[in-house]
């Protein structure tokens, strides 16, 4: 059974950075698409950014392209999110999970507690 574990996130002010990191276990990275999605307080879970199983192609959301990178080391089961430039409108509870890249649409059943982003105006 495949699990997820998000790290990395926290409080910071408008314009700054968090690096985010995904841990994956019970299924090999290498071959599945990989991304991010968030979900705000009251609102639906969105997609964020995506990347390819070789790491040769990723895909944003227009809200956040630009501003975050997403990364992954299929050597060590890791996917990271670099967010930068940050808003308070990123503010949001931040998974990771497999990706279907055409649709943007979660392909694991299971979720990982997910990691707190809070960026302060």
């Known amino acids: 059974q495949v699990q997820l574990v998000e790290s990395g996130g926290g409080l910071v002010q408008a314009g700054g950075s968090l690096r985010l990191s995904c841990q994956v276990s019970?299924?090999?990275?290498?071959?599945?698409?990989m991304g991010w999605f968030r979900q705000a307080p009251g609102k639906e879970r969105d997609f964020v950014a995506a990347?390819?199983?070789?790491?040769?192609?990723?895909s944003y959301a227009d809200s956040v392209k630009g501003r975050f990178t997403i990364s992954r080391d299929n050597a060590k089961n890791t996917v990271a999110l670099q967010m930068n430039s940050l808003k308070p409108e990123d503010t949001a509870v931040y998974y990771c999970?497999?990706?279907?890249?055409?649709?943007?649409?979660?392909?694991?059943?299971?979720w990982g507690q997910g990691t707190q982003v809070t960026v302060s105006s």
């Open positions: 990347i390819g199983w070789t790491g040769d192609r990723t």
């Open positions: 019970g299924r090999t990275l290498s071959s599945w698409h």
């Open positions: 999970n497999a990706v279907d890249y055409t649709s943007r649409t979660p392909v694991f059943g299971s």
